[in-house]
């Protein structure tokens, strides 16, 4: 069983609206930190933002404050990333990722568990 799926990804113009989704199972999501990175081809993986258990406590990547809202769903065990205003250079393979009962961080080697990805390609 895969812990993490994620959906939601495609193509789409500049300007525009995308809804990312991850579905979790297999360990324990509602005491988990959740949190999305990106890695754009030829690039380093870059932090995306991060979401506590309680989905009071989020932070955000600098290139995407202000236009990407992270949230989460305890019931349903899903983590969503609302991104508007999308620029060409937020194309890039979106990964959900996992840090069973830590906290929100910014850093990618806290998490344990990573998705597959979903690739988000934005034309300008």
């Known amino acids: 069983q895969v812990p993490l799926v994620e959906s939601g990804g495609g193509l789409v113009q500049a300007g525009g609206s995308l809804r990312l989704s991850c579905a979790a199972s297999?360990?324990?999501?509602?005491?988990?930190?959740m949190g999305w990175f990106r890695q754009a081809p030829g690039k380093e993986r870059e932090f995306v933002a991060t979401?506590?258990?309680?989905?009071?406590?989020?932070y955000y990547g600098d290139s995407v404050k202000g236009r990407f809202s992270i949230s989460r769903d305890n019931t349903e065990n899903t983590v969503s990333l609302q991104m508007n205003f999308l620029k060409s250079e937020d194309t890039a393979v979106y990964y959900c990722?996992?840090?069973?009962?830590?906290?929100?961080?910014?850093?990618?080697?806290?998490?344990?568990?990573w998705g597959q990805g979903t690739q988000v390609t934005v034309s300008s």
């Open positions: 979401i506590g258990w309680g989905g009071g406590t989020t």
């Open positions: 990722a996992a840090f069973p009962f830590g906290r929100a961080t910014r850093t990618a080697e806290q998490y344990v568990y």
């Open positions: 297999g360990f324990t999501f509602s005491r988990s930190a």
